[in-house]
């Protein structure tokens, strides 16, 4: 549109308008359908690469900082151009820059909320959820995520807090106050675990059975017994099935296939009850393995669902789990070592 043509108050009138190029002519209904769908895309791409120079933060090296200041060159580009298309008061066009953006900027917002950090989002129970591609680890992953944690964890220190802690003062939520020796307080963020307490009750006897065994399920069949488990390291081996809450798992669905991965296929349970933790156990990691760990969690929560036994044995792979036993309430004592974890089982399983 030429300068002597301009009209300076929003109008409807778009024939002849030079869209930003002298070649560019809107002078039919194609070109202007043209014109909307280049609007569209310029306004996406400006708001698309904003959100990538104000989310991806992270430089390494010359290469990103000429990336970066490339991408603002172009950005800085797109805006003036929209800027200069809504000049033309046209009433079609404005519209158009208006609604392009607005859409851009609901996208940028989902990719904001659904790419956020783990520990800024959480599930209906309050645990930090990791959400983006690179944050979703596979099974195997979270698993030897959830045992580095754990094994080093236990390694490290096992005496520096004190980890008697009520169940019925426990909270849902992972970030509580845990107080250490008394004296001090800090901020935690838990790792959600599930266990699984497998009770097999009083059966009959079975003749020439090798009762005495540990790994027999007709041993002491005059009373109950449970099953245990050992990992391979040199402290704290034993235990139950455990392992960390999938996202959108609850924790009586994680429990169960933390028995089937541990336990094998062959093992069949009842859960007791399906909805509620038994017990919890709660403890922070010590300072030094939190330091040295990529993850945001700076202590664990395990939340204990007991089920009865119904049929099978335990059958462990020998890698992630390299012997099991069936042992007495009696004989449980015995084989947990921490304190704040027996305490937590035998307040359920005394009562």
């Known amino acids: 549109m030429e300068?002597?043509?301009?009209?300076w108050w929003f109008h409807p009138e778009v024939q002849g308008v030079h869209l930003l190029f002298e070649s560019f002519v809107l002078d039919n209904g194609g070109k202007l359908f043209l014109a909307y769908i280049f609007i569209v895309a310029m306004c996406w791409t400006e708001r698309g690469i904003s959100y990538y120079l104000d989310y991806r933060t992270r430089r390494r090296g010359w290469k990103d900082i000429l990336l970066r200041t490339g991408l603002y060159g172009v950005a800085t580009t797109l805006r003036l151009w929209y800027m200069l298309i809504t000049m033309y008061f046209n009433i079609g066009l404005f519209i158009v820059?208006?609604?392009?953006?607005?859409?851009?900027?609901?996208?940028?917002?989902?990719?904001?909320?659904?790419?956020?950090?783990?520990?800024?989002?959480?599930?209906?129970?309050?645990?930090?959820?990791?959400?983006?591609?690179q944050q979703r680890y596979s099974h195997e992953e979270e698993q030897q995520q959830l045992f580095a944690v754990t094994d080093d964890a236990f390694e490290l220190s096992r005496n520096s807090y004190d980890q008697r802690m009520a169940p019925s003062r426990l909270l849902q939520l992972p970030r509580v106050m845990t107080r250490f020796n008394s004296t001090t307080t800090a901020t935690t963020i838990n790792r959600p675990v599930a266990a699984v307490i497998v009770k097999r009750g009083p059966c009959d006897a079975v003749a020439n059975d090798a009762n005495d065994t540990l790994h027999s399920l007709h041993?002491?069949?005059?009373?109950?017994?449970?099953?245990?488990?050992?990992?391979?390291?040199?402290?704290?081996?034993?235990?139950?099935?455990?392992g960390g809450i999938d996202p959108g798992e609850s924790i009586a669905e994680a429990a169960l296939r933390e028995l089937r991965e541990e336990c094998g296929n062959d093992i069949k349970v009842r859960l007791i009850d399906t909805v509620s933790p038994?017990?919890?156990?709660?403890?922070?990691?010590?300072?030094?393995?939190?330091?040295?760990?990529k993850r945001p969690f700076t202590g664990a929560k395990v939340e204990f669902m007991q089920a009865e036994w119904v049929e099978g044995q335990c059958s462990p792979?020998?890698?992630?789990?390299?012997?099991?036993?069936?042992?007495?309430?009696?004989?449980l004592e015995g084989y947990i070592e921490d304190k704040g974890y027996k305490n937590a089982i035998f307040s359920a399983l005394k009562t």
């Open 3 to 7: 300068s002597s043509s301009m009209v």
């Open 278 to 293: 038994s017990c919890v156990y709660q403890y922070r990691f010590p300072d030094e393995f939190i330091k040295k760990s």
């Open 97 to 133: 820059v208006v609604v392009s953006l607005t859409s851009g900027q609901l996208g940028v917002e989902y990719l904001k909320t659904y790419n956020a950090p783990p520990s800024k989002l959480y599930d209906e129970r309050g645990y930090a959820q990791p959400t983006s591609k």
């Open 317 to 331: 792979d020998n890698h992630e789990i390299v012997d099991f036993a069936w042992v007495t309430l009696e004989e």
């Open 219 to 242: 041993r002491k069949p005059n009373s109950s017994v449970y099953l245990l488990v050992k990992k391979p390291r040199k402290d704290h081996a034993w235990g139950f099935p455990q």
